[in-house]
């Protein structure tokens, strides 16, 4: 089992910068790929930055490639989303997500159901 903690969340203005953070623990060499996903009520999660933790490979939506950028600190079993030039639409609940034994290289480290463990998600607010 893998525990995962976000932190990092919050309200701030349109072209504002927040820095979320994702603790894992437990059996964390079991994990390859660690990924960002976001979610508004009503709208399914959508995948937006994952990285391959055994190369630093990352992959990113095209919404926000450029804006953010998500990187991993191996000694404290911790992956960060860095987020600038925040726009309203990406206003949403935020979740990080572990998953186990598959390269995201495949074209699917979006995908939800390829991951086996999930955080409990931070706010991300942004207002106009």
């Known amino acids: 089992q893998v525990q995962l903690v976000e932190s990092g969340g919050g309200s701030v203005q349109t072209g504002g910068s927040l820095r979320l953070s994702c603790e894992a623990s437990?059996?964390?060499?079991?994990?390859?790929?660690m990924g960002w996903f976001r979610q508004v009520p009503g709208k399914e999660r959508e995948g937006i930055a994952a990285v391959y933790t055994n190369s630093d490979e990352t992959y990113y939506k095209d919404a926000v490639a450029g804006r953010f950028t998500v990187t991993q600190e191996r000694v404290k079993n911790t992956v960060y989303l860095q987020m600038n030039s925040l726009k309203p639409e990406d206003t949403a609940m935020y979740y990080c997500?572990?998953?186990?034994?598959?390269?995201?290289?495949?074209?699917?480290?979006?995908?939800?159901?390829?991951?086996?463990?999930w955080g409990q998600g931070t706010q991300v607010t942004v207002s106009s």
């Open positions: 437990g059996n964390t060499h079991s994990t390859n790929v």
């Open positions: 997500a572990a998953g186990l034994h598959f390269h995201p290289g495949g074209g699917n480290w979006y995908r939800p159901d390829k991951y086996s463990f």
